[in-house]
C-alpha cells in the first residue's frame, strides 16, 4: 500500500522541478491555416516573445487542412509535455467537432487550454448600392421577406456565418445564407453588388469601409471599440447579438499544470507589451489575457453558445 503513495509524493516532488527546467529545448506551435493568415501571423508574434522570455526557441508549424482537423490530429499524437502546442481559432477549436463528421476530437476532452490571446469582434456590411442604411433595416426586410434576404459569410461553418445565423434566432426570422470560399471571394462579392449583406472578422473591412467601397451596419462587440466609436453596436438593434471570434493555445490532455501556468504567465506578460498589443490592433484583434481557470470557463461557455446556434440552425454535420 505504500508504494502507490510513495509515487504520488515523488510525482508531486517532482512537478515543480519540471516548471522550473521547462522549457530546456525547442517549443512547437502548430497553426491550422496557411502561413500569412490571421493565426499564422498571431502565433509568429507569440513565438518571437515567448523566445525572447524563455531563451529557448519557439517555432511555429502551419497544418493547413480540414478546418482545424490536421493540426488536432498532430497535437494528440504529440507528448503531454509542453512541448507541442496549437493556437486555434474559435472555428477551429469549437465548431468543426460539430460541423464535420472527420472531425473526432472535443477540444474539453482533448486538451488544455494554456492561455487565451485576443478577440476579433464581427461586422456586418452592406454594398454601397444597396438601400439598407442600417442593420435594423436589413432585420426589417427579413421579417417582410423571410428567407429572401441574403446574407454572405467566408465559410460554411465559421464564426461570422454563425453569427448571422443567431441574428436571425435571436429576430425570430430567417436570412438566406451564402458561404463562400474564403473571406477574398465573399467581399468582391458584395463590393461588386452580388450579394447585398455580409458579415466578417472586422479586420479586412475596416479599410473598405472607410474607403467608401462598403456601409458598416454594426459590430458584434459588447463595448465601443477605439477607432469604431461611430459604428453602432449590433446589440442595441438586436439585443443579444454579441459574437467574437478568438485565438486561444491548447496543449494536449494531461500537460503538467506547473507547464501549463508557465505557458500561461508568459503568454499573459506578452499581452502586455504595446509593440505586440498594436500588432493585434493591426488584424482588428484585441487582448483576451485571462488565467488558465478563467480560460476554460470561456471556452466551455463558448462551445456551448455555437454548438446551441448549430443546433437550433439545423445544420447537419458534412
Known sequence: MKRP?????????????VASTYPDKMVRIL??????SAPDIIARQVAERLTSAWKQQVIVENKPGGNGIVAMSALK????????????????AVTTPVMYKEAKFDIQ????????????PMMFVAGPATPYKSLGDVIKDAKARPDDVVIGSPTRGSVPHLT???????????FRQVSFSGTTQAIQ?????DIPVYVDGIAPLVPLVRGGRLKALAVTSDVNLPGMEGIPLAKDIAPGLVAKGWFTIFAPKGTPVPVLDRVNAAVNQSLTQQPFVDRLKDLGTYPMPMSRPEGARFIE???LRWEKVISDAGVKPE
Open 5 to 17: 503513495f510513495l509515487a504520488l509524493t515523488l510525482l508531486a516532488l517532482a512537478l515543480p522541478a
Open 31 to 36: 497553426v491550422p491555416s496557411i502561413a500569412g
Open 77 to 92: 499524437q504529440a507528448p503531454a509535455d509542453g512541448y507541442t502546442l496549437v493556437l486555434f481559432h474559435a472555428a477551429a
Open 109 to 120: 476532452r482533448d486538451t488544455e487550454v494554456a492561455a487565451t490571446l485576443a478577440y476579433t
Open 164 to 174: 448571422a445565423e443567431m441574428m436571425g434566432q435571436l429576430q425570430k426570422t430567417k
Open 189 to 193: 462579392a458584395v463590393v461588386k453588388g
Open 301 to 303: 461557455a463558448e462551445k
